[in-house]
């Protein structure tokens, strides 16, 4: 069935860079995606959301970039910091509208 | 502002006991509800969803149920519980077409 990958499950970086996570989609009916982040035994937590009008929205520290032609969702994170380091789902709008597909996950790790 | 809640926190059942978890939202009307559960470093598996009251979609086959007895209580249910039960429980609410977002969760063990 159609699902949404992620390209990598572990990402390090250093405090102060700039972090992308990457997230690659198969439905190409799908027209609303999502970033949530969670952190270890909390549930997830809304980043920053996209419909498929557009194809760059930012909101503090973070841009979500849409590539519709090659079925391709990015997070950027902006001068990362060790808050945040957890594990990010991109989420994409299922069959009717009333359920998400998640992807399974990038772990990522920011070394002060 | 809306708020979701879950109970408990944490569970520690033995294998056949019942089940009964709790999801809550304040502050919208009509929301759908979800039920997700997690793997220790998985991702989320969908296991049931509402968009009113009696109304419950099931998304995988298991020892598990799901009611909601009023608009905005959500309750996960097993008179059985199994091994492979144990794990990290989320519920959340959307409104159709939006974002979903997420309770606290139940950290589930089955001994």
């Known amino acids: 069935g159609e699902s949404v990958g992620l390209h990598l499950p572990t990402l390090s970086v250093q405090e102060g860079d700039n972090s992308i996570i990457n997230c690659a989609y198969s439905?190409?009916?799908?027209?609303?995606f999502i970033w949530y982040k969670q952190e270890s035994g909390k549930g997830p937590q809304f980043i920053i959301d996209?419909?498929?009008?557009?194809d760059k929205r930012q909101g503090q520290r973070v841009t979500v970039l849409l590539n519709k032609t090659v079925k391709h969702l990015s997070l950027q994170i902006a001068a990362t910091q060790p808050g945040d380091s957890a594990v990010y789902f991109c989420?994409?709008?299922?069959?009717?509208?009333?359920?998400?597909?998640f992807g399974k996950g990038t772990m990522l790790l920011v070394s002060p | 502002s809306q708020t979701i809640h879950q109970w408990p926190a944490t569970l520690v059942q033995p294998v056949g006991s019942p089940l009964s978890l709790e999801c809550t939202v304040e502050g919208t009307s009509n929301p759908n509800l979800y039920w997700y559960r997690q793997a220790a470093g998985r991702g989320l598996q969908l296991l049931f969803y509402s968009v009113g009251i009696g109304q419950i979609s099931s998304e995988v086959p298991q020892n598990l149920s799901a009611s909601r007895p009023q608009d905005r209580q959500f309750i996960l249910s097993s008179k059985k519980l199994l091994l492979s039960d144990s794990g990290f429980y989320l519920c959340?609410?959307?409104?159709?077409?939006?974002?979903?977002?997420f309770g606290p969760g139940t950290r589930l063990t089955v001994l």
């Open positions: 439905n190409s009916a799908s027209d609303y």
């Open positions: 996209i419909r498929s009008n557009m």
């Open positions: 989420a994409e709008n299922g069959v009717g509208y009333s359920t998400l597909t």
């Open positions: 959340a609410w959307a409104i159709t077409g939006d974002t979903q977002y």
